[in-house]
């Protein structure tokens, strides 16, 4: 039975580092973990003796947060990292969980990943697109750079209305956010010929749903976000490089390498 439009009900586990998170997105990030399961347990680790954390404060009861306080013994060490580790790893033993979110910025959580994905376990991680090093990334089953959540009170230039759209219409850019044109971005450009060639092809077409999957194994930081497109806009950002040819079938849409 097909899954799609069902509720998708996995238990995740929520972990917050709050000296490596945006308080400011909070709500969109949440928003993000709900399209990928019930967020059964939502903690945040900081030192809330601090005035840093001021602006969390005001999150966590709106949010159902469980703030947990973590002194920071030793100057230059991150006992917060260490507490949310411990943390992490007690929740993976009670075996009542189907998945972490890790929201943080910091290498510190690189292994913490890939020893929960070893017990069969998906991470999701969370964290800024300029600070997150790569083995992080690579650590996770998918991460979501914060920088394409859109905050509540604001809208994104990529959905912005047309002038020469229908009425009512939105417009979706062609444009990635960095300016550069999407089929000029040789890096999107060898991941989705990488991703295609993963992919079985039948007269050369290959599925694009296959497409996005192996485009995620390749790349867990892949996202139709980061390139000016909406979530699930794979099918305009495949059109827009250009180097395939695309329709529309009774068994989904399929693409070609151009010859």
């Not at 003796?49 to 159902?64: R, V």
């Not at 990635?176 to 010929?193: A, C, S, V, W, Y």
Request: some cysteine; hydrophobic content about 35%; overall charge neutral.
């Amino acid at each position: 039975m097909s899954n799609k439009g069902q509720f998708n009900s996995a238990r995740l586990a929520v972990l917050i580092d709050a000296d490596n998170a945006n308080p400011d997105l909070i709500e969109p990030l949440l928003k993000e973990v709900a399209t990928y399961g019930i967020a059964h347990v939502k903690r945040i680790y900081g030192d809330w003796t601090t005035p840093q954390l001021g602006k969390w404060k005001e999150n966590l009861n709106k949010y159902a947060i469980q703030p947990i306080q973590q002194f920071g013994y030793t100057k230059g060490k991150n006992a917060t990292d260490s507490a949310m580790i411990i943390d992490a790893m007690d929740l993976l033993y009670t075996q009542n969980f189907d998945g972490f979110c890790i929201v943080s910025s910091d290498s510190d959580f690189t292994r913490l990943a890939s020893r929960i994905r070893e017990s069969g376990l998906i991470v999701y991680g969370f964290g800024d697109k300029e600070k997150t090093p790569q083995a992080f990334i690579s650590a996770c089953d998918k991460f979501i750079y914060t920088e394409i959540l859109e905050r509540p009170d604001s809208i994104s230039k990529t959905q912005l209305p047309s002038s020469n759209a229908k009425e009512g219409g939105l417009k979706e850019s062609l444009e990635p956010k960095n300016g550069q044109k999407t089929k000029e971005n040789q890096e999107l450009i060898r991941l989705l010929k990488d991703a295609y060639e993963a992919s079985p092809a039948e007269d050369g077409w290959a599925n694009l749903g296959l497409l996005g999957h192996n485009l995620q194994k390749i790349s867990p930081s892949f996202d139709s976000r980061n390139y000016g497109y909406k979530r699930l806009g794979l099918a305009n950002l495949v059109r827009a490089v250009e180097i395939f040819e695309v329709k529309d079938t009774s068994k989904g849409t399929q693409i070609r390498l151009k010859t």
